[in-house]
């Protein structure tokens, strides 16, 4: 079966401008979860969506947003971008809930704001 | 706070030695652990996890670890390590949150080079 599909894979942006990331799960999956990765901070979680319903939120400003559709597709908005916005957002999705089951990720997006 | 430490950032090994990743956790009840591999370029592949039951827990490409509740640990080990194996390695707590739910933590990741 298909796997996690994020699009786009790269993405420039200037600082100031919005941007929106999208998130395809695996068939079946119902739990997306967001991470953004940078070399001096690791995996820093942004958010899970369940059933369409934000389930965990992690220490982000208001600029990150989520949100996930019936069909289980998800998206990531980052609102006023910062230079430090800069980095691999990735997406995980679970059959359920993330903590107990196999997360499969995306390969990413990789942002890049100037 | 729950929290995970992999105490190596870089580590570099010749191939076909036998590599041991740390990792140590800080959490009040038996997590659930997991470990993932993320090759240059690419999202993060599961390797192994451990919810309950036996402590040492067999993963894909070769690779274990082993759940020591006293020293709040789950080491990664592998015997025979291959050039393929070069990639970032990170460990990863299931804790609860607020409201009865559960996130992911995870440590900062461990590099792994491998000499010819």
């Known amino acids: 079966k298909a796997g996690v599909t994020q699009t786009p894979r790269y993405l420039i942006k200037t600082r100031g401008q919005q941007v929106t990331l999208s998130c395809s799960p695996i068939?079946?999956?119902?739990?997306v979860s967001w991470y953004q990765q940078t070399p001096g901070q690791g995996l820093q979680f942004l958010f899970e969506?369940?059933?369409?319903?934000?389930?965990n939120k992690g220490n982000f400003p208001g600029r990150f947003s989520g949100r996930q559709f019936s069909n289980s597709r998800s998206e990531m908005n980052v609102s006023t971008l910062e230079l430090g916005d800069s980095a691999l957002y990735l997406c995980?999705?679970?059959?359920?809930?993330?903590?107990?089951?196999?997360?499969?990720f995306g390969q990413g997006t990789r942002l890049t704001v100037v | 706070a729950q929290s995970v430490t992999q105490p190596d950032i870089h580590i570099t090994v010749s191939e076909g030695a036998s590599l041991e990743l740390r990792c140590n956790y800080s959490?009040?009840?038996?997590?659930?652990l997991f470990w993932y591999v993320q090759s240059p370029g690419q999202g993060l592949q599961l390797l192994l996890k451990?919810?309950?039951?036996d402590t040492l827990v067999q993963g894909i490409k070769g690779f274990e670890a082993e759940f020591k509740r006293s020293q709040s640990s789950f080491n990664l080990r592998k015997p025979s390590v291959h050039w393929s194996d070069a990639a970032e390695y990170f460990c990863?707590?299931?804790?609860?949150?607020?409201?009865?739910?559960?996130?992911?933590?995870w440590g900062l990741g461990t590099s792994l080079a491998v000499n010819p």
């Open positions: 068939s079946g999956h119902r739990s």
């Open positions: 451990y919810f309950s039951g």
């Open positions: 990863a707590v299931g804790a609860p949150t607020a409201g009865n739910n559960r996130k992911l933590i």
């Open positions: 959490y009040g009840a038996t997590p659930y």
């Open positions: 969506y369940f059933s369409e319903t934000q389930r």
């Open positions: 995980a999705s679970t059959l359920r809930s993330q903590e107990n089951t196999e997360a499969f």
